[in-house]
C-alpha cells in the first residue's frame, strides 16, 4: 500500500519567501507529526495533529512557522519570511493513533534550501 | 530534559564484519527505546524497540539491549552487508505521556564488498 508521501521533494527558495510543503499521509491515519531534520542531526518535533487539531505544536520554533489539517488528512506545514536557518529537511510521519504501540512511518522528507 | 548521544560516523566496514553502534540515553522514569534506519533517499524506518530494562529488540539480524543500569541501548549486528549501508538513528520516547521521540544525531554506517 502507499506510504506516507512529501511533495515536492526538493524546494529552493530565496529568503523572505513564503513556502509551503505537503504530506500526504497513510489512508485512515489520524495522528501526523511534522520534524525538521537539518544536516548532521537528527529529526526534531515541530508539531503533531490528532485529527484535524493540533494536539502538541510545542516544537514550533517561532511564529513565521503554521501547520494546518483541515479534513483530518493531509496536512500543509507553512513557513512566512524564510530565513537561510530554515534549511532542512522536513519530515512528516503519521500513525494509526497516538499512544503506545503506535509506530511512526516517515515520508521520505522534502529539503528545504533557503538562499 | 531527555537526550541520545550516538556515536559520530561514518562506521566504515567490510562485508560480513561484526557491527556495533553506541548509544546512550538521558531520560527520567522508564523510556521507551528504538533504533530507526534510514536507507538513501527514503524515509525513516523502525528497526527495532525495547519498552523496559533488559528487553531486547531484534529486527533483520540486528540486536539492541536495554540496559537501564547503563542508560545504554546499543545496536549491534554478527555480520553486515552491503545493503545494510545506512544512517542509524536512536530514539528514546519518555514515560511521562508525550509519544514524540527525540533522535539522537544518526550514525553513517557503509558497508564496502
Known amino acids: 500500500g502507499a506510504g506516507v508521501s512529501q511533495t515536492p521533494s526538493n524546494k529552493v527558495t530565496e529568503k523572505g519567501k513564503y513556502v509551503e510543503l505537503r504530506c500526504d499521509p497513510i489512508?485512515?491515519?489520524?495522528?501526523l507529526y511534522w520534524y525538521r531534520q537539518s544536516l548532521g542531526q537528527g529529526p526534531e518535533f515541530l508539531i503533531y495533529f490528532q485529527g484535524t487539531g493540533a494536539a502538541d505544536d510545542s516544537g514550533l520554533p517561532n511564529d513565521r512557522f503554521f501547520a494546518v489539517r483541515p479534513e483530518g488528512s493531509v496536512s500543509t506545514l507553512k513557513i512566512q519570511r524564510t530565513e537561510r536557518g530554515d534549511s532542512a529537511v522536513y519530515l512528516c510521519?503519521?500513525?494509526?493513533?497516538?499512544?503506545?504501540?503506535?509506530?511512526?512511518?516517515f515520508g521520505p522528507g522534502t529539503r528545504l534550501t533557503v538562499l | 530534559g531527555d537526550s541520545v548521544t550516538q556515536m559520530e560516523g561514518p562506521v566504515t566496514l567490510s562485508e560480513e564484519a561484526f557491527l556495533t553502534i553506541n548509544c546512550t540515553y538521558t531520560?527520567?522514569?522508564?523510556?521507551?527505546l528504538f533504533w530507526y534506519v534510514q536507507y538513501p533517499g527514503e524515509g525513516l524506518q523502525l528497526l527495532l524497540k525495547a519498552t523496559k530494562a533488559d528487553d531486547k529488540g531484534s529486527n533483520k539480524g540486528f540486536e539492541a539491549t536495554y540496559r537501564k543500569e547503563t542508560t545504554s541501548f546499543h545496536l549491534e549486528k554478527g555480520s553486515v552487508q552491503v545493503s545494510d549501508s545506512a544512517v542509524y538513528f536512536c530514539?528514546?520516547?519518555?514515560?511521562?505521556?508525550?509519544?514524540?521521540?527525540?533522535f539522537g544525531r544518526g550514525t553513517s554506517l557503509i558497508v564496502h564488498p
Open positions: 531520560a527520567t522514569g522508564y523510556p521507551s
Open positions: 489512508s485512515g491515519h489520524t495522528a
Open positions: 530514539a528514546l520516547r519518555g514515560s511521562g505521556g508525550s509519544y514524540i521521540p527525540t
Open positions: 510521519a503519521s500513525s494509526k493513533r497516538t499512544g503506545e504501540g503506535n509506530e511512526q512511518f
